[in-house]
């Protein structure tokens, strides 16, 4: 089982991201995908999930409005795009997949924003 995070980077405040999660050795469709963060001195803190099949969306309080989760089940692959990145948003982001019995996660990707 793999999952595998890129987009991410140095960005100034104000700009966007977006990152990408490609699942493999298990059936992407099956799980729903979520994207947490984690800062420095920080839990890990859950940002943004989808349903299996997209249905259902939640975002995390703090990002409403900033954030658009999205999946695409053809390429086992998970979006997050993030808008009006705050200094604060700097940390290493995750992507996860889980379902009744199972948890899997990836590397993470790290996201700066700093001018």
């Known amino acids: 089982v793999q999952l595998v995070e890129s987009g991410g980077g140095l960005v100034q405040p104000g700009g966007s991201l977006r990152l990408s999660c490609v699942g493999s050795?298990?059936?992407?469709?099956?799980?729903?995908m979520s994207w947490y963060r984690q800062a420095p001195g920080n839990d890990r803190e859950m940002v943004a999930t989808?349903?299996?099949?997209?249905?259902?969306?939640n975002y995390a309080p703090s990002m409403t409005g900033r954030l658009t989760i999205s999946r695409d089940n053809a390429k086992n692959t998970v979006y997050l795009q993030m808008n009006g990145l705050k200094p604060e948003d700097t940390a290493v982001y995750y992507c996860?997949?889980?379902?009744?019995?199972?948890?899997?996660w990836g590397q993470g990707t790290q996201v700066s924003v700093s001018s």
């Open positions: 996860n997949a889980r379902n009744w019995a199972y948890d899997y």
């Open positions: 050795g298990f059936t992407f469709s099956r799980y729903a």
């Open positions: 989808i349903r299996n099949d997209g249905g259902s969306k």
